[in-house]
């Protein structure tokens, strides 16, 4: 018995292992885009890539103007958090002639020839004719060594200082120094991008026609569903098969003629083509079909008898006992109105900002803003949260749609 419950249980832990690397994978993209989001345009250009954001840390420094940046240094054989004071200082890279492996870079303003500017000494080496200088190995201890300047001697160092103590100096190549960060985020950066190429304008019409979309595939669907389901007239079938077929139709064959249509009414360039061609749906049509055929006919017999009519009992029987058929449908229809980015390509104007949605203005702030991926990132999580939000929460309802029979108890 023991060994039966210990084989389950690993079982069942390696199966939630491999379902938590698998989740992990599926969600790394979404993570990755919100952590972006909320950095810096430096940060998102860093390499190697991190996925949490950081900035780098300022300290003030006695004796100097504003806030210095902070970098790790080496000083004196530890790493230490310096402040740099100034960058871009002339210097020299100095070796030592008797042992070429020992390599100091100092500033030339701290170094002095050997034997005086006029008299200068030199070594020969490999033909060459390299002068030495009298260079300070440490600058606040007065070590000094003689050294020669390398043939590829001249750079450029940054000074950096101690904060806490600005006596203790030490200097260092500024691009290969390693910058002094915390972690932290920038959430202005949403606030930035709803402002950029009126993105705030495009998410209120992106809403508007999501809901007016989905409320109008609600209605329509509902009520033809349960005519095909309920009601009995001569072709209802047929008309139904060929309803049902519609889906078939690639969406390309309808551009052209949609769009005549707009054209024919006056809707080109409005948000009302956005709406109304879409508030009728052939699979929301089937799929309230199906679910109302499952009710039992015996409930509708008795609310007939009650005296109710069939708009009464559409909105009393049939609509209560269907809501997780509606939730899934206002699912599909939030995903799919809130998505939309062709047609909406194709019937509004560019130049209309004011009548733009969500995925034209995303397409904009693309090239707008392709020297700052983290705004762009923010757009798209602006775009994708809220259909993330309405899926976990009507993910409930796609379980119970395809097990419940219709009938409440």
Excluded: C
Excluded at 97 to 113: D, E, G, K, W
Excluded at 220 to 243: C, E, H, K, Q, V
Excluded at 289 to 301: C, D, G, K, V
Aim: glycine fraction near 6%.
């Amino acid at each position: 018995m023991r060994l039966y419950r210990l084989r389950a249980w690993v079982a069942n832990g390696l199966t939630y292992l491999v379902l938590l690397v698998f989740a992990f994978i599926m969600l790394f993209p979404f993570i990755t885009m919100l952590t972006t989001s909320l950095k810096t345009p430096t940060d998102t250009f860093r390499y190697p890539p991190r996925l949490l954001p950081r900035d780098p840390v300022s300290v003030e420094v006695v004796g100097f103007e504003g806030e210095k940046p902070l970098y790790y240094v080496t000083y004196r054989g530890r790493q230490e958090q310096f402040a740099l004071v100034e960058s871009n200082v002339p210097a020299g890279i100095f070796v030592d002639p008797a042992n070429p492996a020992f390599t100091v870079v100092r500033r030339l303003a701290l170094v002095s020839p050997v034997g005086g500017a006029e008299a200068q000494e030199t070594v020969v080496i490999d033909g060459q004719e390299l002068r030495l200088f009298e260079v300070p190995i440490e600058e606040d201890d007065g070590t000094v060594r003689v050294l020669q300047l390398a043939q590829t001697g001249r750079t450029t160092v940054g000074i950096f200082v101690d904060p806490e103590d600005p006596q203790r100096i030490a200097e260092q190549n500024v691009r290969l120094s390693e910058p002094v960060e915390r972690i932290t985020w920038h959430p202005q950066n949403y606030v930035e991008v709803l402002r950029l190429r009126n993105l705030d304008r495009s998410l209120s019409n992106t809403a508007l026609v999501t809901i007016l979309v989905t409320a109008g595939q609600l209605l329509t669907s509902i009520a033809g569903g349960y005519a095909f389901a309920r009601l009995r007239f001569p072709g209802r079938d047929t008309l139904f098969l060929f309803y049902l077929g519609t889906i078939m139709i690639p969406f390309v064959l309808l551009i052209v003629p949609l769009y005549q249509l707009m054209v024919l009414v006056g809707w080109v360039d409005t948000l009302t083509s956005l709406v109304i061609p879409w508030i009728f749906t052939a699979y929301g049509t089937f799929l309230m079909r199906q679910f109302f055929l499952s009710i039992p006919r015996e409930i509708e017999e008795a609310a007939l008898l009650d005296g109710a009519s069939r708009f009464e009992i559409l909105r009393r029987v049939f609509v209560p006992a269907s809501v997780p058929a509606l939730a899934t449908l206002a699912t599909f229809a939030f995903l799919y109105a809130w998505n939309s980015f062709f047609w909406p390509l194709v019937i509004i104007n560019t130049g209309n900002e004011a009548n733009h949605v969500l995925t034209l203005s995303l397409n904009v702030l693309r090239g707008r803003a392709s020297d700052t991926p983290n705004l762009i990132l923010a757009g798209a999580a602006i775009a994708i949260l809220p259909p993330f939000l309405i899926f976990l929460l009507g993910q409930r309802f796609f379980v119970e749609s395809a097990t419940s029979s219709g009938v409440k108890g």
